[in-house]
């Protein structure tokens, strides 16, 4: 099975702080996500890497950032943290597909969850 | 970009009853697959089923089917028999279909909230 491990289940930080949330995934997969969640708004993609050292923003990068040095890690940095940035924050991986279309981009296993609280 | 639509923001059924979550989206891809996670109370968000838009068949896992329509851009998930352990939230999700590899993000909607009463 897939395991995806989030570092902290709860974290309490306060604003102006610099907040790393660290994400390790153990299936060599080549692609990772970071996620916030909030209630009524669903899953929104912040930022995502297709490769070591490379990465895209998705729909909400604003103040943060992102950092992939290995393959199986996948860090999401919070540069100066604010009360608006207190949300739930979900990493998840997935494996690149192999030459057929219908396995292009496979399914993405995600972890527990951080639940990130801003003072 | 996409948009994925869910208009049940919570629902109630009898343990043992069939539920139909609804999900609708908007996009002008052709090729792009469509999801529902499930999460409980635990928060870990697991994979119902998956379906991808070239093939007609609706996709099933178990009890577990949907009805895609793709002309009408709509993807609602079947629940038969229902049962306690199916509590939690539901996200239909929407991925485009990379071509050449590389990664894509999921598009969520805000989610069901699925009440099953024993």
């Known amino acids: 099975d897939v395991k995806v491990t989030q570092s902290s289940r709860y974290l309490v930080k306060r604003t102006g702080e610099k907040v790393f949330l660290e994400c390790v995934q153990d299936m060599d997969h080549e692609n990772m996500f970071w996620y916030r969640q909030d209630p009524g708004l669903g899953l929104r993609l912040i930022y995502f890497s297709y490769d070591v050292k490379m990465k895209e923003k998705g729909d909400i990068p604003e103040g943060y950032s992102v950092s992939r040095e290995k393959k199986e890690r996948f860090s999401l940095i919070l540069e100066s943290a604010s009360t608006n940035q207190t949300s739930m924050y979900l990493c998840?991986?997935?494996?690149?597909?192999?030459?057929?279309?219908?396995?292009?981009?496979?399914?993405?296993?995600f972890g527990d969850g951080t639940r990130l609280s801003i003072l | 970009a996409q948009t994925v639509t869910q208009s049940q923001p919570e629902m109630s059924v009898q343990e043992a009853e069939t539920v139909t979550l609804s999900c609708t989206y908007d996009t002008s891809e052709n090729n792009y697959y469509l999801f529902w996670y499930k999460q409980p109370p635990s928060r870990q968000m697991i994979l119902v089923i998956r379906?991808?838009?070239?093939k007609q068949q609706n996709a099933t896992e178990n009890r577990f089917s949907v009805n895609f329509q793709k002309a009408a851009k709509s993807f609602s998930l079947k629940i038969s028999d229902s049962q306690l352990g199916d509590t939690a939230m539901y996200f239909c999700a929407f991925m485009k279909w990379g071509s050449g590899g590389g990664a894509d993000g999921l598009t969520f909607g805000k989610g069901t909230h699925l009440i099953i009463q024993p």
């Open positions: 379906q991808e838009a070239y």
């Open positions: 998840a991986s997935s494996s690149l597909g192999q030459g057929s279309p219908s396995y292009s981009n496979q399914p993405q296993h």
